[in-house]
């Protein structure tokens, strides 16, 4: 049996060149960063730019008060891949025993309570600060030009605003101010604009004194974000009660101090050595290492196991995910992870030992020696009781994938790689305008990072002062022969290492081209306790796009999934950049499916 032969048709070409190449999930994202190159930035310069204008053009699936993770590697070091850490911890006050005192029985999904300090900028900027060139008021520039003078807006916008309308008329009226001004949601194509943000950039560029060097500049930022007028502004409005997901009312928790206590940082990266490849992620206060996992599951099979376009290798990635998965859940967070010995070839070996023909709906994390793992609440549904008679609340949770496989939106992605071997891939999210009450003063809101913790005792994961949530962001660096060869990554919650995996199995192990591998039939598995809330989950669930094929989809219900069909073109926004050190080429791939994402360069 022979790896299914990719498709002659692609949506679009994989793009070549040797100047510089950029994808992202916006257009205007894309094109933005790579006007920074055009004009002698780097690819740091213009991964900045490009995130700052995803603040403004695809504020339902990110913004300023949010996260974001990234791993990157420099032409000076390219052998050592970095991890940009600018994920929040929960503030001084964010105990359980509060949470739980509020009648809460799960961190809400939107509201202040479920807002972990915001990371995301200072990670920009730090980033900027050590690696980039460009002065701070130059890469804001194209955020600041959007903001001000407006953008065509995208249908996606406008339809989850509909979908909270009721909740920002009735609850949240400084959110109904900005994303509604005329008492309706903006349709597609609708020119909107954000004047608070754009003043908000303008005096992050202003910042530092007259003859301050470029790094001062960028730190003197730094601080009106955490200590100066951001933070003032944001914990002074979060403190007022409001509307939260649980259908009750609560305050915010978040100090000064926490604002002023959160930096941004480098950490390094957590590597498996795959095929001759090295796949790098965060560490375990992501769920990274679980892709990292699954790959040393499946290292021990031929390739007929490792094609996702066939019954074997659906059925066979799979129930490696969900192995992997369920060790995310007993042992991740932000602790002590026994990593080494999760990704060790012997555990591997013993995992690979309960993958049989037939589809698993248990829950099955491993046995870690002298660690007890925790098993999370398996809910396969939810309803809180501060809801009944209520109705459920809208804009909870991320904007993913539904369980019937609808998209109601993602998060967003950026990957860069420049001329002089410079390359990053990173994936803010948070801060959506359905998270909590927009911030008047700042044109953005707080993020719900937080609902990613428990609120049960005994978890690596539990809801703890100072801890960082277990968060889903997980772009990916890929080096061969200790050169970074690959930048790629994905929207999609707890589906963004499950649909990076196939692009990794098909273009290490199938020899696809980058858009080949983007473009080919995707799926992921529902049978994993969801890390947003209501932190459902669906025993042996499967969710695969219909292009995967009768024959295929029909195999693996006989073999006990519980397959929901999705579309044809329905899951998966991956982008990717790739560079061939031997040649000098570069190249860039990006996703069709939701007609928003791009890739550009020459």
Not at 421 to 443: D, F, H, K, R, Y
Not at 523 to 544: D, N, Q
């Amino acid at each position: 049996m022979t790896y299914t032969t990719p498709a002659t048709f692609t949506t679009r070409p994989t793009l070549e060149g040797t100047f510089g190449m950029t994808a992202s999930t916006h257009w205007l994202a894309t094109a933005s960063a790579q006007a920074v190159l055009e004009r002698g930035g780097n690819a740091f310069d213009a991964a900045v730019a490009s995130a700052f204008v995803l603040h403004v053009v695809e504020p339902h699936l990110n913004g300023p008060g949010g996260d974001m993770t990234g791993v990157f590697a420099t032409a000076e070091n390219p052998s050592e891949p970095i991890v940009l850490m600018g994920q929040g911890p929960a503030p001084a006050a964010a105990t359980r025993e509060h949470y739980l005192a509020e009648g809460l029985e799960l961190v809400p999904g939107s509201g202040a309570l479920a807002a972990a300090v915001p990371a995301a900028v200072d990670a920009w900027l730090l980033l900027l600060r050590d690696h980039g060139t460009w002065e701070l008021g130059d890469v804001l520039a194209f955020a600041i030009g959007y903001a001000r003078n407006g953008h065509p807006i995208v249908g996606r916008v406008g339809a989850t605003i509909s979908s909270v309308a009721e909740l920002f008329t009735e609850h949240w009226p400084t959110s109904a101010a900005l994303w509604m001004p005329e008492g309706r949601a903006p349709a597609a194509g609708d020119m909107v604009k954000n004047e608070a943000y754009a003043s908000v950039l303008d005096r992050l560029a202003a910042a530092g004194a007259p003859g301050a060097t470029r790094e001062e500049r960028i730190d003197a930022a730094r601080r009106e974000w955490s200590e100066g007028f951001v933070a003032q502004a944001a914990v002074a409005f979060s403190a007022q009660p409001h509307r939260h997901s649980s259908g009750t009312d609560h305050a915010g928790v978040m100090s000064l101090e926490d604002f002023a206590g959160c930096q941004a940082g480098y950490e390094p990266a957590t590597t498996f050595e795959f095929r001759g490849y090295t796949i790098a992620k965060t560490g375990a206060w992501g769920q990274g290492p679980a892709l990292l996992q699954t790959l040393a599951i499946l290292a021990g099979y031929d390739d007929e196991h490792l094609d996702p376009s066939t019954a074997l290798g659906a059925h066979t990635i799979l129930e490696a995910q969900k192995l992997a998965i369920a060790d995310r859940e007993a042992y991740y967070g932000d602790a002590d992870v026994p990593l080494e010995y999760l990704l060790s070839e012997e555990y591997a070996a013993e995992r690979r030992t309960l993958i049989t023909e037939k589809a698993s709906a248990e829950f099955r994390p491993g046995t870690v020696p002298g660690r007890e793992p925790f098993i999370p609440p398996l809910r396969t549904e939810y309803t809180a009781p501060a809801l009944a008679g209520v109705g459920a609340m809208a804009g909870v949770g991320e904007p993913t994938v539904s369980r019937s496989g609808e998209t109601r939106g993602d998060t967003c992605h950026i990957d860069v790689v420049d001329q002089w071997g410079n390359m990053v891939s990173a994936t803010p999210s948070g801060g959506w305008l359905q998270s909590s009450p927009t911030i008047p003063e700042l044109g953005f809101c707080l993020g719900s990072r937080l609902q990613m913790t428990w609120l049960e005792d005994g978890a690596p994961s539990t809801l703890r002062p100072g801890k960082r949530p277990r968060t889903t962001l997980t772009p990916t660096l890929i080096l061969k022969d200790s050169v970074p060869v690959v930048a790629l990554g994905s929207p999609g919650g707890d589906q963004q290492d499950q649909w990076q995996l196939l692009y990794i199995l098909r273009t290490i192990v199938g020899g696809y081209s980058p858009q080949q591998a983007i473009d080919a039939p995707s799926l992921h598995t529902t049978s994993i306790p969801g890390s947003f809330y209501p932190r459902t989950w669906e025993p042996g669930g499967a969710v695969v796009e219909d292009r995967l094929g009768e024959d295929v989809i029909t195999d693996l219900e006989d073999r006990g999934h519980v397959v929901t069909r999705a579309g044809d073109w329905a899951l998966g926004r991956i982008s990717s950049v790739v560079s061939d050190p031997a040649t000098g080429v570069l190249k860039a791939a990006a996703n069709p499916r939701g007609a928003q994402g791009y890739a550009a360069g020459r």
